[in-house]
């Protein structure tokens, strides 16, 4: 059925809610989370329409509806059973999460098991990677987090971790620099403030360091505060990468013949022409400014 696969990179310029909607915990509005690592996540689902609102709003009057029906299928009306759209789309899973450091103002730290997702995802073989001593931490041979002190450490939030330079997380770093950030900038900035984790530690800071706000509905006959109108919400911080696995078939229905997106190749180039290195809206609160991710486009294998 798929022809054609490919990752699509989604650095978080502004804190992003993919919500759950509702909660019995202190959080009255918390993040999507993975249930067996407990990781950030965004379900499918909300990135597909994401993804669609954006080349909504890039194409032209004539060829929207055709585009459009023929990578994500029929929106609505009679004809949304009878054929589906060419491209799946997975959920958004997380590669790095921004951690406050002692040096180097923050970390984009890591863990084995989420490197190694991606590895089997991107079809990346020549990664030899090493898991970090329970209490240490590896960072690159350039490495702006290290502390001047004898043994070397790194402290993120409360934590000390003694420090090992690995030429291995290098190739890692590289790899994530010329294939998953967009921005200049933050590309390179991946080589010199990458941290992997041990797996419990790193597990521990996606759990309390997201980013937690207070809402508030004001009333507007008083001017103060409406009664039960508080409530905290949850977001991902930004300077987080995620990717979404995608999936590419040739079209259904014959739309694509008619439309220039004949097979799952042209399919695949219109997404890279139109995502990559564009900026997206995604998830809750777009009026405030939440949910701007930064798009890098790449198919398996390598960038190309």
């Given at each position: 059925m798929?022809?054609?696969?490919?990752?699509?990179?989604?650095?978080?310029?502004?804190?992003?809610?993919?919500?759950?909607?509702?909660s019995?915990g202190?959080?009255d509005?918390p993040?999507q989370?993975?249930?067996?690592?407990?990781?950030?996540?965004?379900?499918?689902a909300?990135?597909?329409?994401s993804?669609?609102?954006?080349l909504?709003?890039?194409?032209?009057?004539?060829?929207?509806?055709a585009?459009?029906?023929?990578i994500f299928?029929?929106?609505?009306g009679?004809?949304?059973?009878?054929?589906?759209g060419?491209?799946?789309?997975?959920?958004?899973?997380?590669?790095?999460f921004p951690?406050?450091?002692?040096?180097?103002?923050?970390?984009?730290?890591?863990?084995r098991?989420a490197?190694?997702?991606l590895?089997?995802?991107a079809?990346?073989?020549?990664?030899?990677?090493?898991?970090?001593?329970?209490?240490?931490?590896?960072?690159?041979?350039?490495?702006?987090?290290?502390?001047?002190?004898?043994?070397?450490?790194?402290?993120?939030?409360?934590?000390?971790?003694?420090?090992?330079?690995?030429?291995?997380?290098?190739?890692?770093?590289?790899?994530?620099?010329?294939?998953?950030?967009a921005?200049?900038?933050w590309a390179?900035?991946?080589t010199?403030?990458?941290?992997?984790?041990?797996?419990?530690?790193?597990?521990?800071?996606?759990?309390?360091?997201t980013?937690?706000?207070?809402?508030?509905?004001?009333?507007?006959?008083?001017?103060?505060?409406?009664?039960?109108?508080?409530?905290?919400?949850?977001?991902v911080?930004?300077?987080?990468?995620?990717?979404?696995?995608?999936?590419?078939?040739d079209?259904?229905?014959?739309?694509?013949k008619?439309?220039?997106?004949g097979?799952?190749?042209?399919?695949?180039?219109?997404?890279?022409?139109?995502?990559?290195?564009?900026?997206?809206?995604?998830?809750?609160?777009?009026?405030?400014g939440?949910?701007?991710?930064r798009?890098?486009f790449?198919?398996?294998?390598?960038?190309?």
């Amino acid at each position: 059925m798929f022809k054609r696969e490919a990752l699509l990179f989604l650095y978080a310029e502004t804190p992003v809610h993919w919500g759950t909607g509702s909660s019995i915990g202190a959080i009255d509005l918390p993040i999507q989370r993975e249930r067996h690592t407990g990781y950030p996540m965004g379900q499918g689902a909300g990135i597909k329409g994401s993804v669609r609102d954006l080349l909504y709003r890039k194409e032209s009057d004539r060829d929207r509806r055709a585009h459009l029906e023929t990578i994500f299928g029929p929106e609505t009306g009679a004809e949304a059973d009878k054929f589906a759209g060419a491209v799946a789309f997975g959920d958004a899973k997380l590669i790095l999460f921004p951690i406050r450091s002692l040096r180097g103002t923050f970390a984009y730290a890591t863990s084995r098991p989420a490197l190694e997702r991606l590895a089997r995802d991107a079809e990346v073989r020549d990664w030899k990677l090493t898991e970090p001593e329970k209490s240490g931490a590896r960072v690159t041979t350039k490495s702006s987090l290290v502390l001047e002190s004898s043994p070397a450490a790194v402290i993120l939030e409360e934590s000390r971790f003694a420090a090992k330079p690995d030429s291995a997380l290098d190739a890692v770093a590289e790899w994530l620099r010329k294939n998953a950030v967009a921005e200049g900038y933050w590309a390179e900035r991946i080589t010199s403030h990458l941290v992997l984790l041990p797996e419990t530690d790193f597990q521990y800071f996606v759990r309390t360091s997201t980013v937690v706000e207070a809402h508030t509905r004001i009333d507007d006959t008083k001017g103060t505060v409406a009664d039960g109108a508080l409530f905290q919400a949850e977001f991902v911080p930004c300077d987080s990468l995620f990717y979404v696995p995608l999936a590419a078939a040739d079209p259904f229905g014959g739309r694509g013949k008619t439309n220039g997106l004949g097979d799952a190749a042209a399919i695949l180039n219109k997404l890279r022409t139109d995502l990559d290195g564009a900026r997206m809206q995604t998830g809750a609160d777009a009026t405030t400014g939440r949910g701007i991710v930064r798009l890098k486009f790449m198919e398996k294998g390598g960038a190309r």
